[in-house]
């Protein structure tokens, strides 16, 4: 934070623009609060340079610069699935997410997917029914989990994995939010199964 600008320009990545908003924030003190509130609520913030950021996604086009999780992130977690798909599923559906969720969850697999209602909360659910690890990447701020209906589901998710976020802890679950976290979603992974999307 105390990092001068001409500093920061010189971060790869960054640039001058992403710099001086950084000082901007910096020099305001929302940086200071926003760090604050998280270390309350047990959020870490992971920068892109920080050992723990995860090294999957340092090779995305546009890695996120930062990193909101609650939870953990384990070593093991570098073999994970993405499971996703619709807000809406046939029973067929439902359970088939269910099924491979829950297929490689009990063989040491990461099932990630991004706790959206349908196929998501399905995916999540199984893979801690069958004791394994998931991760769940959303699209909103850790302190706004969305939907509201999957509050719990997050805070086992939490538990069991990490729950991952770009966005700022009080950030609204913007449209414009979930094609963006997509991207982290499959960074993680190394594939993606979508069940029943359009």
Aim: aromatic share 6%.
């Amino acid at each position: 934070v105390a990092a001068p600008e001409r500093a920061l320009r010189e971060v790869l990545g960054v640039g001058p623009v992403l710099a001086k908003a950084i000082r901007e924030q910096a020099s305001g003190g929302g940086a200071a609060r926003e760090i604050e509130a998280s270390a309350r609520l047990g959020i870490r913030i992971l920068p892109f340079w920080d050992a723990d950021y995860p090294a999957a996604l340092k090779p995305l086009y546009d890695p996120p610069l930062v990193l909101y999780m609650k939870g953990a992130l384990e070593p093991g977690d570098a073999v994970a699935i993405a499971i996703v798909g619709t807000r809406s599923p046939t029973y067929y559906g439902r359970s088939q997410a269910e099924r491979f969720s829950r297929l490689l969850a009990a063989r040491g697999v990461t099932v990630v997917s991004g706790l959206a209602r349908g196929i998501d909360t399905a995916a999540h659910d199984a893979a801690l029914k069958a004791g394994g690890r998931t991760v769940a990447v959303i699209g909103s701020g850790l302190r706004n989990i969305y939907p509201p209906e999957n509050a719990a589901l997050a805070g086992r998710v939490a538990e069991r994995g990490a729950l991952l976020t770009e966005f700022c802890l009080q950030a609204s679950p913007n449209p414009k939010n979930f094609p963006r976290r997509n991207r982290i979603l499959s960074g993680l992974s190394l594939g993606v199964l979508v069940v029943e999307a359009g």
